[in-house]
């Protein structure tokens, strides 16, 4: 199994940056696609990046150009650098992983991240 913990969430003003980090329990080999996703208060969930075992990324429209996914294989870490955050930036945001090992797909535990002045 994977188990996925969250960090770095928190409040910050319009306009300002934050980090978040998931980092993964399993062995690298087993995970395949990470990605990140949030859920706004009183909103479904959705897509906010992911990213392939070989660095190939995808972005949610809302996000492109001021979200970077990253991941360093060797921490088995992923990164979500957030930049010119907005309040409909609001959310929690929840890291997963996708593994053909294991046949499914893991979720953290949700991180808050409040943008507002």
């Known amino acids: 199994q994977v188990r996925l913990v969250e960090s770095g969430g928190g409040l910050v003003q319009p306009g300002g940056y934050l980090t978040l980090s998931c980092s993964a329990s399993?062995?690298?080999?087993?995970?395949?696609?990470m990605g990140w996703d949030r859920q706004p208060p009183g909103k479904q969930r959705e897509l906010v990046a992911f990213i392939t075992s070989g660095a190939a990324t995808t972005y949610g429209d809302s996000v492109k150009g001021r979200f970077t996914v990253s991941r360093d294989n060797d921490t088995k870490t992923m990164y979500l650098q957030m930049n010119s955050l907005k309040p409909g930036d609001t959310a929690v945001y929840y890291c997963n992983a996708q593994s053909d090992y294991y046949g499914d797909t893991f979720w953290g535990q949700g991180t808050q991240v409040t943008v507002s002045s």
């Open positions: 399993s062995l690298d080999s087993r995970i395949n696609t």
